[in-house]
């Protein structure tokens, strides 16, 4: 009998929202890898860990990597299987099939299947095998994924067939290849059915395509029948009486001998899993419907489906559940994630196989996923045996020299890079407490006694502080830990004010407002560090904020994009006294009452040319749709001041001003992710007439990455542009700036659309150190050199 092993990959981010407006324009599409495919095969775990962005590590082409359960009960990596032409962005391992002492792995970027074989337990390369005539655009061969990371089960073993569907995930449209042994030889006969397949099975002589996305999302399945071993007969539809659209039918499916268990993951809200018994003439009835209970249910059951013939295993957001197929009358096991780090996707990557169930969990541990191995024991109960993990790679730090130049446009023949030096680098490695943590926003210190600068540095776990007095050698003094009881969140923010630091995370249920009192690093002995540092205070006026703003000149701090729990303001400004720095007091809202939360702001005690405010304390508030000029005066009464739009508005996302008040210089982070615009554009407001702003200018860089935060520091622009790096921009002409200088902290990362690399940086240090934080990579300390223009 054929040994059929189910693949199916739903990878959940967790999107947060505040009041309505959705922050997912932030949320970094980070590597949906370890944990979304996985096979079991003679008592052996194979989990695919295929990245499907640029990763830091040596090898990333992907690979499958292979477990045993030793004599001592536990399970360990004993192999790993890789393509020998693999090359980077293959995505090795995005999809696995075992079958009979063969494994099929589909490599998407490479648009190929992989073939090998085991002989004396170890598995050797015998093809690769790729579409013979070029796929439409947008068509995935062995891998399709769309935004949420949602994948197929597209890999399907008949006989002496690999069926592979290439799919859309836009126009739902593909095909199901037909790839054909001939003695030692793999050839695609091309497509049995032009259809779009989001999932594949077979058992024996029998082929199921599940077309989840067909008839308004009802869904439907087709089945084939393989009978002599030469051709392909037809046998219809399988059918589900009254199906209300969106139930997306064929979402997962998985066969025995005469059964097959079909997901219906929008079914009814919650989903369903719809039993089909094949009759002697190869036809399907529809024979019963599997649901949860009400109690405590999840969304999308049924998204992924695997069976081992006595067991089937059901994949759901955030949970699985696993039914004793001939035991009708007993209650399913529910199986949870028992952590925070593997919530992500748990319910994903799924296999079953004598009495060992593996449920992937490919967005945990921060997007590297890992995997939750669980175990019958002899009373039949389930129980948790350990985690599996693959590797998270890191690039290694560079400190102890005065400064690495930037010659011939490379630091290190490492990192691109124009006038700008680096004087260190420190890993991300030697910041993060949690497996698979990365950096997010930053912010720096100056010790008025000591002298000393420190940087702030976000993470998704934490904080880290790290003393900079000697920027080539920089030290970690401590971490501050997020919240007990928070999740970790991609979006942590933190600012200064009066030698205490104020950090807030998105998306992080109760985590309220740490506050660090900074005048306790000078009591850290050196040999202690790093330390585990303690908040000083705690504001739980809001509980998750998306940033915090801070204007030092009034000691008023402002968190915007607030949800999860107090005054959320809306989403917009939520006002604080910080007159007593660990005492925070709640001071009132400002609101706009046609638009959703901020995003983000500055806030200042106006200047500029418009004598109407000057002295007035003013926000510039970056609303996703809009920018909005606020006067904050009057605590009691803010008012809005102006309303200004610009064209192809996509997420106005941050911005800040000239010194002198009268430019205002911002970024919108999804114009170039959304093709309305080819190159990383700024925005230029003249601020004259703070009733009226005007856009003067929209700068082209010659780069198309996404941007992200700016600052600006006497004629001089920062930029953080995620993939390309730190872009310097001389703005003594403000209404046309010129790129002065850059340094690519991502240097494996294509300087195009996307969200990796640099987050943000802080060039306010009286050093001239320009600290810059790159999320998978670490943080920089760069020098600007000057440029005589």
């Known amino acids: 009998m054929q040994r059929f092993v189910s693949t199916i990959v739903l990878a959940l981010f967790l999107v947060p929202v505040a009041l309505g407006q959705s922050f997912y324009s932030e949320q970094a599409i980070k590597p949906l890898g370890f944990g979304g495919a996985i096979a079991m095969y003679e008592g052996d775990i194979y989990i695919g860990a295929a990245p499907v962005t640029w990763p830091a590590g040596e090898d990333p082409s992907g690979e ?153 999302a009802r869904g439907g399945v087709i089945a084939y029948d393989y009978p002599d071993g030469r051709n392909w007969v037809k046998m219809g539809d399988m059918t589900v ?58 969304p999308g059951f049924g998204s992924g489906l695997a069976t081992d013939g006595s067991s089937l295993l059901v994949g759901a957001s955030g949970a699985a559940y696993i039914y004793d197929i001939y035991g009708s009358e007993s209650e399913p096991v529910r199986l949870e994630s028992s952590e925070d780090r ?67 446009g490379m630091v290190n023949d490492l990192w691109p890079c124009d006038e700008v030096d680096l004087v260190s680098f420190l890993s991300v490695s030697e910041m993060a407490h949690d497996r698979g943590a990365q950096l997010n926003d930053i912010w720096g210190w100056e010790d008025p006694e000591t002298g000393k600068e420190y940087v702030l540095q976000g993470r998704t776990d934490g904080l880290s502080v790290v003393d900079i007095s000697n920027p080539s050698i920089p030290v970690v003094v401590g971490n501050m830990m997020r919240t007990d009881g928070s ?5 942590r923010d933190v600012k200064v004010y ?31 560090m790093p330390i585990e540092l303690e908040p000083s205070g705690h504001y739980t006026g809001v509980a998750s904020s998306h940033n915090i703003i801070i204007n030092e000149d009034t000691g008023f701090a402002y968190a915007v994009g607030n949800d999860s729990g107090g005054e959320s303001c809306g989403g917009q400004l939520h006002m604080i006294s910080l007159e007593d720095p660990k005492n925070p007091q709640f001071l009132g809202c400002y609101t706009h009452p046609e638009f959703g939360g901020t995003h983000d702001a500055q806030c200042v005690v106006y200047h500029g040319a418009d004598p109407d405010y000057n002295g007035k304390e003013v926000c510039l508030n970056s609303n996703g749709s809009a920018f909005i000029v606020a006067d904050v005066s009057d605590k009691s009464n803010p008012t809005t001041v102006s309303v200004a739009y610009y064209p192809n508005t996509n997420y106005t996302h941050q911005g800040w001003l000239s010194e002198d008040h009268n430019y205002f210089f911002m970024n919108d982070e999804l114009d170039e992710m959304n093709d309305v615009v080819d190159h990383t554009r700024t925005l230029i407001w ?70 990796a690399g640099s987050w943000s940086n802080y060039p306010y240090f009286k050093s001239g150190i320009i600290a810059v934080s790159s999320q998978g990579e670490g943080l920089y300390l760069v020098r600007k050199r000057e440029v005589d223009l």
């Open 686 to 755: 003249d601020m004259s007439d703070l009733d009226e702003p005007i856009l003067v200018n929209e700068f082209y860089l010659d780069s198309s990455a996404s941007d992200h935060n700016l600052y600006v520091k006497g004629k001089y622009m920062y930029q953080s542009n995620y993939q390309a790096g730190l872009r310097i921009l001389d703005i003594s002409d403000p209404e046309n700036p010129v790129e002065v200088g850059h340094f690519d902290t991502a240097p494996a990362a294509p300087d195009v659309k996307g969200f």
């Open 342 to 408: 593997n919530r992500l996707g748990f319910g994903s990557g799924l296999a079953i196989e004598d009495g060992v169930a593996v449920i992937g969990s490919p967005s945990g541990d921060y997007g590297f996923g890992l995997a939750t191995v669980f175990e019958r024991d002899e009373e039949g109960s389930w129980n948790q045996n350990g985690y599996l993990m693959g590797d998270v790679d890191r690039m290694e730090s560079v400190t102890g020299t005065d400064k690495i130049e930037c010659e011939d």
């Open 241 to 298: 009486e009254g199906l209300p659209s969106g139930a997306r039918l064929g979402r997962s499916i998985a066969v025995w001998d005469d059964w097959a268990y079909v997901g219906a993951s929008g079914y009814e809200q919650f989903g369903a899993v719809m039993g089909f018994k094949a009759s002697d003439e190869g036809t399907w009835r529809h024979a019963f419907t599997w649901q949860q209970e009400e109690d405590g249910r999840r």
């Open 64 to 216: 499958v990597i292979r477990f045993s359960k030793s004599d001592s009960g536990e399970w360990v990596e004993v192999g790993r299987i890789s393509a020998d032409d693999g090359e980077h962005g293959d995505e090795f391992g995005r999809s696995i099939n075992i079958t009979d002492g063969q494994m099929v792995v589909g490599a998407p970027g490479a648009e190929a299947i992989y073939v090998f074989n085991l002989k004396d337990g170890s598995w050797s390369q015998t093809a690769k095998v790729s579409p013979h005539t070029a796929l439409p655009e947008g068509r995935e061969f062995a891998g399709s994924y769309n935004r949420g990371g949602l994948r197929n089960q597209n890999i399907a073993v008949v006989e002496n067939n690999v069926m592979v569907s290439s799919y859309d995930q836009t126009s739902h449209e593909g095909g199901v290849h037909m790839i054909h042994q001939m003695g030692m030889m793999w050839m695609d006969m091309g497509e049995l059915e032009e259809v779009g397949a989001w999932s594949l099975a077979a058992n024996g002589g029998r082929l199921l395509i599940g077309m989840a996305e067909a008839d308004s």
């Open 498 to 528: 009066k030698d205490h630091a104020y950090v807030v995370a998105d998306g992080s249920r109760q985590h309220g407002m740490q506050i660090l009192d900074l005048t306790t690093l000078r009591d850290i002995d050196p040999a202690d």
């Open 487 to 491: 999740p970790g969140a991609w979006w």
